[in-house]
């Protein structure tokens, strides 16, 4: 009996470790701190591009929001062009996809 229960918790285990690395392997989630140098909404207004300037590199770096809480602050201007953000993203192929964006300051 307790060969058989560890033979399974031995499975569980591999089967979970072998999940959580295909998940991880399926999405880079990056984070980075910088400033918004371009917004732009998108004619539906159910998406956005913002474009950040990274404090650490320097690059510009094109990042897709999609989220509604993100997307009303653009809307009523309380995130702006000029404003420093923390976000972190997921690369999916040639896209940055937002998983969070705030101002650094708070909001």
């Known amino acids: ?3 058989a229960l560890s033979v399974i918790m031995v499975v569980v285990v591999m089967f979970l470790a072998s999940f959580t690395v295909v998940r991880s392997a399926s999405a880079e989630e990056v984070k ?9 909404m998108a004619a ?14 320097g690059e510009s ?3 897709t929001i999609t989220d509604d809480l993100t997307l009303d602050k653009f809307k009523d201007h309380r ?8 976000t972190k993203f997921e690369k999916e192929g040639d896209k940055n996809i937002s998983k969070m964006f ?3 300051a708070g909001c």
Request: charged share 40%; aromatic share 0%.
């Open 1 to 3: 009996m307790k060969k």
């Open 79 to 86: 995130i702006v062009d000029g404003d420093e953000i923390r």
């Open 102 to 104: 705030k101002k650094t």
């Open 44 to 57: 539906d207004k159910k998406s956005a591009i913002a474009v950040l300037k990274d404090n650490k590199s």
């Open 32 to 40: 980075i701190t910088g400033v918004i140098t371009k917004i732009e």
């Open 61 to 63: 770096v094109t990042i």
